[in-house]
């Protein structure tokens, strides 16, 4: 891995693609940011897990999948899914509890969705993502429709019985699964080295004979092109294929976690390794921006996300009616 | 605008936190996310960040009692909003 602080190589790629990854960084970063307060004014209830410092690896990996492709996400979930094209209205509205979010309002922070943006529910249970996207990814194969599945969890799943079950059958059925590890060096406040051995979590896929690599998480390019390979590699019948995205989690684990378990240096350290200060720093020094345009790109988001916030509160709550609707048994 | 700032939602599992030490003053300056409280809930010591800009009018809530979820613990004044 670079260190964390390494210049991002940006020169392979145009300006207009750079801004795109931009902005949808700080797109996440502000609706999280936004959620935060709004969750500190009592606007709204229910805790939160917010993936702020984790921006790159949602969008580094959504940017190499195709909209058809589909993705399955965990209870640190908007930043993936504002990455895989859901809007911030339905997200926002979904948040209020309002019936016209993207799961009627059924589903809350942990539960964001989008089956026609390839985002199957996010899934609450550690792990619970990965038995899943084996299986959808062997639906793939068997109905040779091109498509990937990537799937997205945290260092904690490593653990889990789930993990190792799904993570073998994608590999004995060769399926187009991309796993991503965003290794965040934390599972609520255990360190990732307390439930593990091994030096990484690539060397423990390796010994499901997958493919897998530890990549600086926060460097949005690095993890774009590790995911483009890994993707093509799926496509073209040499799947699955892992990801380990070193990062950090830099906000408590939900909304009502002080987090001192986590020592002030390495926070401190992490901070400083900012995935979108690192891309703005890369453009301006490109001349592809100016800190100005940087700014307004920030400046425009947030308004949008403030008028969004007005027209959550003003959205429909699901009905009594509604308690019969999307039941399966 | 005078901007009342309630109590979050930061227990655990009660509806109550103990309010520790004020972080900032009556008449200071403080941002949005500036950690201006610190308390101590069911699980944890922590600090409160302000969810609006401003200067701070009034604390409401006194150190080393106990608050409510939801109950005003500060007037701070802002400039729009
Ligand atoms: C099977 C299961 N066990 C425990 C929990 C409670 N839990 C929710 S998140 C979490 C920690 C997950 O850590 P990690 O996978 O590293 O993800 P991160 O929070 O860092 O994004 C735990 C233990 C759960 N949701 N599911
Ligand atoms: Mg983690």
């Given at each position: 891995m670079n260190s964390p602080q390494a210049k991002i190589d940006i020169d392979s790629y145009e300006a207009g693609f750079l801004l795109g990854l931009y902005e949808c960084m700080v797109q996440i970063r502000e609706f999280e940011e936004g959620v935060k307060f709004l969750f500190l004014e009592g606007t709204m209830p229910g805790t939160i897990h917010q993936c702020q410092g984790q921006e790159a690896c949602a969008v580094g990996v959504c940017t190499a999948l195709?909209?058809?492709?589909?993705?399955?996400?965990?209870?640190r979930g908007h930043g993936h899914a504002l990455a895989k094209g859901l809007s911030v209205d339905e997200m926002l509205f979904e948040l209020f509890g309002a019936a016209t979010g993207c799961a009627g309002g059924k589903g809350g922070s942990m539960h964001m969705?989008?089956?026609?943006?390839g985002m199957i529910p996010s899934i609450a249970i550690v792990a619970g993502g990965?038995?899943?996207?084996?299986?959808?990814?062997?639906?793939?194969?068997?109905?040779?429709?091109?498509?990937?599945?990537?799937?997205?969890?945290?260092?904690g799943a490593i653990a889990e019985g789930a993990f190792h079950e799904g993570?073998?059958?994608?590999?004995?059925?060769?399926v187009p699964v991309v796993f991503i590890c965003e290794n965040n060096q934390y599972g609520a406040s255990t360190h990732v080295s307390k439930v593990m051995r091994a030096a990484t979590i690539a060397e423990r896929l390796s010994s499901y004979g997958i493919d897998g690599r530890r990549?600086?998480?926060?460097?949005?390019?690095?993890?774009?092109?590790?995911?483009?390979r890994a993707v093509d590699d799926c496509r073209a019948g040499r799947g699955p294929a892992f990801l380990e995205l070193m990062t950090y989690r830099r906000t408590g684990h939900s909304r009502r976690d002080a987090c001192h378990y986590q020592p002030k240096p390495e926070r401190e350290q992490w901070l400083e390794n900012d995935p979108i200060v690192r891309l703005g720093q890369a453009l301006i020094e490109a001349g592809h921006a100016?800190?100005?345009?940087?700014?307004?790109?920030?400046?425009?988001?947030?308004?949008s996300f403030?008028?969004?916030?007005?027209r959550a509160k003003a959205q429909p709550?699901?009905?009594?009616?509604?308690?019969?609707t999307h039941v399966l048994a | 605008m005078l901007y009342k700032f309630k109590m979050p939602d930061l227990s655990t599992t009660g509806d109550e936190v103990d309010v520790k030490q004020w972080l900032v003053n009556v008449g200071d300056r403080i941002t949005r996310g500036q950690a201006i409280l610190e308390i101590e809930t069911d699980k944890a010591v922590m600090e409160v960040e302000s969810p609006v800009e401003g200067v701070l009018r009034e604390w409401v809530a006194q150190p080393d009692t106990t608050v409510g979820v939801g109950t005003i613990i500060a007037h701070i004044e802002t400039a729009g909003r």
């Open positions: 195709e909209p058809t492709d589909w993705i399955t996400s965990t209870f969705v989008n089956m026609d943006k990965v038995p899943v996207a084996a299986g959808m990814a062997l639906a793939f194969k068997m109905q040779q429709t091109g498509q990937v599945a990537a799937c997205f969890f945290g260092d993570v073998n059958m994608a590999a004995i059925w060769d990549i600086d998480g926060n460097d949005v390019i690095a993890v774009y092109e590790a995911a483009r100016t800190t100005e345009e940087l700014d307004a790109v920030r400046k425009h988001i947030l308004t403030d008028d969004a916030v007005e709550q699901p009905t009594l009616a509604d308690l019969t | -």
